[in-house]
T-cell receptor, first 114, second 114 residues
Framework: NAGVTQTPKFQVLKTGQSMTLQCAQDMNHEYMSWYRQDPGMGLRLIHYSVGAGITDQGEVPNGYNVSRSTTEDFPLRLLSAAPSQTSVYFC?????????????FGDGTRLSIL | KQEVTQIPAALSVPEGENLVLNCSFTDSAIYNLQWFRQDPGKGLTSLLLIQSSQREQTSGRLNASLDKSSGRSTLYIAASQPGDSATYLCAVRPKETSGSRLTFGEGTQLTVNP
């Protein structure tokens, strides 16, 4: 059972470039989300989805787009990369919208913007 | 706005010692509190989830308590081992938010010395 899989694990971009961070889960979880982790800031929610075709903004959505065409996949798009987006990005999923369902995290994508 | 604080930021103990990690949160209107473990370069692994109606949860050598009225949680690790070395994060699910978004503390970096 793979759980939550994120690709790539590492990426270096130049300012202004665009890219897509991939996230896939094989647990048939309805809820998926993207966080970024920065020193001194903890983990902050970027976007989330409560099911296929439904997405919403989190705490720090600017500069990022998401879509949810299938239950399994939740890609995160950087439209025009900026140095402030240098961070470690984590995708998470949980079963349904159940209040007390634990969240499962991927191993992260480490992104550097030059 | 919900804020989560973890003290201390770092802790170093000899092997075999019992230890307590602390987490505090500013708004008691939460659904649950979750403790995670993060190893270097890895994602987050869920350790324990305490529902707002519960006082504690146990898993092996780990025991987590929750005092919602005072906004505090502790993670007790018994008979610590070098393999317990990691960063421990606590996160609350606030009632004010939709979806399953979590608010994280910055973590306590634990080192258990052989």
């Amino acid at each position: 059972n793979a759980g939550v899989t994120q690709t790539p694990k590492f990426q270096v971009l130049k300012t202004g470039q665009s890219m897509t961070l991939q996230c896939a889960q094989d647990m048939n979880h309805e809820y998926m989300s993207w966080y970024r982790q920065d020193p001194g800031m903890g983990l902050r929610l970027i976007h989330y989805s409560v099911g296929a075709g439904i997405t919403d903004q989190g705490e720090v959505p600017n500069g990022y787009n998401v879509s949810r065409s299938t239950t399994e996949d939740f890609p995160l798009r950087l439209l025009s990369a900026a140095p402030s987006q240098t961070s470690v990005y984590f995708c998470a999923s949980s079963r349904g919208q159940g209040i007390n369902q634990p969240q499962h995290f991927g191993d992260g994508t480490r992104l550097s913007i030059l | 706005k919900q804020e989560v604080t973890q003290i201390p930021a770092a802790l170093s103990v000899p092997e075999g010692e019992n230890l307590v990690l602390n987490c505090s949160f500013t708004d008691s209107a939460i659904y649950n509190l979750q403790w995670f473990r993060q190893d270097p370069g890895k994602g987050l692994t869920s350790l324990l989830l305490i529902q707002s109606s519960q006082r504690e949860q146990t898993s092996g050598r780990l025991n987590a308590s929750l005092d919602k009225s005072s906004g505090r949680s502790t993670l007790y690790i018994a008979a610590s081992q070098p393999g317990d070395s990691a960063t421990y994060l606590c996160a609350v699910r606030p009632k004010e938010t939709s979806g399953s978004r979590l608010t994280f503390g910055e973590g306590t970096q634990l080192t258990v010395n052989p």
